[in-house]
């Protein structure tokens, strides 16, 4: 063994031993005497250990000088980028490691958690992957957790919940239990349709955080999916989600400030686009001819092409997604609002329990939720007499107040009354189409609708969705359809689009199919609005009524059915004459100067009645 061989091995001793100035000592000898790779490789590695990265990479890159393109030096100096965050110098020195040999640990090990560094989850999963099936470890399994867990919820955000909900599966193989994964791998089945596991897992979840007020906001959401959910059910669970959540808020009556109401405040978190510019905008714009101050609470700072919409519709805009709830009640306080209006109820993003303590003298609920708070001091819940009928008020904590007609008023985007819908004049298959999300595509509805297209035949069926981008949530969704006898070519699958095109969808349709027990509601208004009949079927929730709703008030209640026989009959006898569709076409495209459903002056007249009446009341 030579002098400087020698060095190296007493430098390993003591680096083995910890005495890390004997083996530095060592180290730096057998360098002076031939400048040996491994000696400044472990030196290197000392340094590294001593958290000295700016020496540490030198004498790494003197090592790679005399023994270039060695794995096991570039692995770790890959570990001393990383220790630095230098994902990308990281990143580069690992990926060459794992070329130069592909069973090497460390350079798997480091090119994942540089990879995650970048938030470029998927290729982390499968370089983690490779590193635990090399050396099966805690700290790599646990490194292969995290990756997938951030990979999951990535792709489930992204509107790709087949992906997501086989990588939740391969983080719980990793015996990963976080019940954050559990609440998301829900969200994944819900989008695919699948609701008794999303139910399943929502119970996990609540096992693993019983102290999360999202997470029980969550479940209820998700048993409006169910078609046994009533108004009864929900109303116990909204009372027993504020006997938990709320146990501890009180607060006394806030007086009014003045003698007629003006000041009205609304809570959201998404003032932008979707069913809030829909519905909501709309009324916002147009209480300032009523001489009403519009108060917005914004609780999310995402901004869209509709926001400055809402902003400018408000005469005070609050921005408020980083108060605490008990911050939040004193803004409101301070602002001094006759009314606040609630449009989030128990979706993601509520306030609910800042709406406990009381932000206003009058409280409301109205908007994006469908059915009960179950919160104490919300005052008022605005229905209509198809959507919670008069037996049902006891379901609510809160007093309900029907306005005549619908709950909503809607506006159609621009560019919509050009995109007349085209007649069918029987040269191409009669189309159905359901341009809502995929979510509520429940087991009873596919079942229903490929009775309908097996009635007809020849006809097809139009979904449209985010998540249909993805290949795998569109095979999943033609062979729940093949399962009752329909081939997958009869149904068509579209993905994203911006809203002008998605309304646009309507031009080539013949009738609408409304999901159950969730309906659709701005769904259902576009297809009413381009002159498309809509068949809807009347359920247990207010939710499960909204297409009832929305067509009786539209003078359609001929194709509200009561049961599934009763939807399969409506939609037969509307697809059995085409230019009996045309006249209803006809039909529809006229009441858009008439119907109570786009009447937005006299729906904002209505509203502030039945406000006014509450308050009378109250």
């Not at 083996?23 to 002076?32: D, L, N």
């Not at 959201?268 to 709309?282: D, E, Q, T, W």
């Not at 301070?334 to 449009?343: G, K």
């Not at 576009?526 to 009832?548: E, F, H, N, T």
Request: glycine content about 6%.
């Amino acid at each position: 063994m030579t002098e400087a061989r020698e060095w190296l091995q007493r430098g390993l001793a003591a680096h083995q031993a910890g005495d890390s100035a004997v083996a530095e000592s060592a180290y730096r000898h057998a360098i002076e005497l031939d400048g040996d790779a491994d000696a400044w490789h472990m030196l290197g590695m000392l340094q590294h250990q001593g958290a000295d990265s700016v020496a540490a990479l030198e004498s790494l890159h003197q090592a790679l000088l005399k023994r270039p393109g060695d794995a096991a030096i570039l692995a770790n100096r890959a570990a001393v980028h990383l220790a630095s965050g230098e994902s990308a110098a990281a990143r580069a020195d690992a990926e060459r490691a794992t070329r130069a040999r592909p069973d090497l640990y460390a350079g798997w090990i480091n090119l994942g958690l540089a990879l995650e560094a970048q938030a470029v989850f998927d290729a982390a999963v499968t370089a983690l992957e490779r590193a635990h099936a090399l050396r099966p470890n805690p700290a790599t399994q646990t490194a292969l957790q995290r990756c997938c867990f951030a990979l999951a919820r990535a792709l489930g955000i992204g509107g790709r919940p087949n992906g997501s909900e086989q990588v939740w599966a391969r983080y719980f193989a990793l015996d990963g239990d976080a019940a954050d994964a559990w609440l998301l791998s829900a969200n994944a089945a819900a989008d695919l349709g699948r609701h008794d596991l999303a139910l399943q897992y929502h119970g996990e979840a609540r096992r693993r955080a019983p102290e999360s007020a999202d997470q029980a906001s969550a479940e209820l959401i998700a048993y409006c999916h169910r078609a046994d959910t009533d108004a009864p059910l929900l109303s116990r669970m909204t009372r027993s989600w504020a006997v938990q959540f709320c146990r501890d808020f009180a607060s006394d009556p806030l007086p009014r400030v003045r003698a007629r109401m003006r000041r009205i405040g609304f809570y959201s978190p998404r003032f932008a686009a979707g069913p809030m510019a829909s519905l909501v905008l709309p009324l916002l714009e147009q209480l300032h001819q009523h001489a009403i101050e519009v108060y917005l609470y914004a609780g999310f700072d995402h901004v869209d092409d509709d926001t400055p919409r809402f902003r400018a519709a408000a005469d005070v805009w609050r921005a408020c997604h980083a108060d605490s709830d008990a911050d939040l009640v004193q803004r409101a306080r301070a602002d001094q609002l006759d009314v606040m209006v609630d449009l989030c109820g128990h979706a993601p993003g509520n306030r609910l329990r800042a709406l406990a303590l009381r932000m206003a003298p009058l409280q409301l609920s109205w908007g994006d939720w469908f059915a009960s708070t179950g919160v104490p001091n919300m005052d008022v819940f605005f229905s209509d007499p198809v959507l919670t009928p008069a037996n049902e008020d006891t379901c609510y904590t809160e007093r309900v107040q029907r306005l005549p007609h619908s709950r909503f008023v809607y506006r159609a985007p621009e560019g919509a009354a050009v995109a007349m819908a085209s007649p069918n004049n029987g040269q191409r298959p009669l189309r159905f189409v359901s341009l809502n999300r995929i979510s509520k595509l429940t087991d009873a509805t596919v079942a229903c609708w490929s009775r309908v297209l097996q009635s007809v035949p020849g006809s097809e069926l139009q979904l449209r969705s985010a998540s249909l981008d993805e290949a795998g949530s569109a095979t999943l969704l033609r062979k729940r359809f093949a399962h009752h006898g329909v081939v997958g070519a009869r149904i068509l699958c579209a993905g994203f689009a911006g809203y002008d095109e998605v309304i646009a969808d309507y031009a080539h349709a013949d009738i609408a199919l409304d999901p159950f027990p969730f309906n659709g509601c701005v769904t259902t208004l576009d297809a009413l609005w381009m002159g498309v009949p809509v068949v809807a079927l009347r359920g247990r929730s207010l939710v499960a009524r909204q297409g009832a709703s929305l067509l009786v008030a539209h003078g359609c209640a001929d194709w509200v059915a009561e049961n599934a026989d009763d939807y399969v009959a409506i939609a037969l006898r509307l697809a059995q004459s085409r230019p009996e569709l045309q006249q209803h076409r006809q039909a529809l495209l006229a009441k858009r100067d008439t119907s109570v459903l786009f009447d937005v002056p006299g729906f904002a007249e209505d509203w502030l009645a039945a406000l006014a009446a509450s308050e009378a009341k109250h």
